[in-house]
């Protein structure tokens, strides 16, 4: 079933983005970028939206939009004129600044090249539940992240073509007219 694998693949895309022992950083206020998200298992296209505690991520063919204000989530499905509501946890989500929760310690690694544009690289220490872990993150001119990377290079998040302004509020509301579904329970996703 269609919203099963939707699902699925929104709740994988919700930790690839945002690990909850990462919480990788997004941008300081409002932005626009397309995200590219890269793993051993594939390569991930994605164009984010964020304003004021409010994130929108555009994928091919759904569409997840993120309300800390609410504590909810949005998971919508254009083809089908249908979404689904589901809580969220807002210490999961990203933060609004290029400092990691639990962050330890930042050490400057120079300057890089990033998509034509310098950036600063640094490695990062944090610690989160007890445990302590480091990546790699690459700050442009906009202040915000221009790539996270795990250390052993096993994943990397890239920011392109980022916009920085206010985005349209209409971009953070299930669209109008789209019928509300129930998620199904995750006996039923097994079965």
């Keep these: 079933m269609n919203s099963r694998i939707f699902v699925s693949t929104g709740l994988i895309f919700l930790f690839l983005l945002f690990p909850a022992d990462l919480k990788a950083q997004t941008a300081p206020g409002d ?3 397309d995200i590219v998200s ?19 991520m555009e994928m091919p063919g759904n569409i997840m939009i993120i309300r800390q204000d609410l504590h909810v989530m949005w998971m919508v499905m254009p083809s089908q004129n249908m979404y689904m509501e589901q809580p969220i946890d807002p210490s999961m989500l990203a933060k609004t600044s290029r400092v990691m929760p639990g962050e330890i310690e930042r050490v400057p690694m120079g300057n890089e090249l ?6 600063q690289k640094f490695k990062i220490t944090y610690e989160v539940s007890g445990r302590r872990d480091s990546l790699y993150q690459w ?5 915000m992240p221009a790539r996270v990377q795990a250390i052993d290079g096993s994943w990397t998040v890239d920011y392109k073509n980022i916009s920085m302004g206010r985005q349209p509020d209409s971009l953070f509301e299930p ?11 995750m006996n039923n996703i097994n079965t």
């Design 31 to 33: 932005f626009s970028a």
């Design 114 to 119: 990033i998509d034509g544009k310098t950036t």
């Design 38 to 56: 890269s793993t051993p298992q594939g390569t991930v296209s994605m164009k984010m939206y964020s304003t004021a505690g409010k994130s929108r």
């Design 139 to 143: 700050i442009g001119a906009e202040e």
């Design 175 to 185: 669209p109008a007219g789209y019928q509300k579904m129930a998620i199904p329970s």
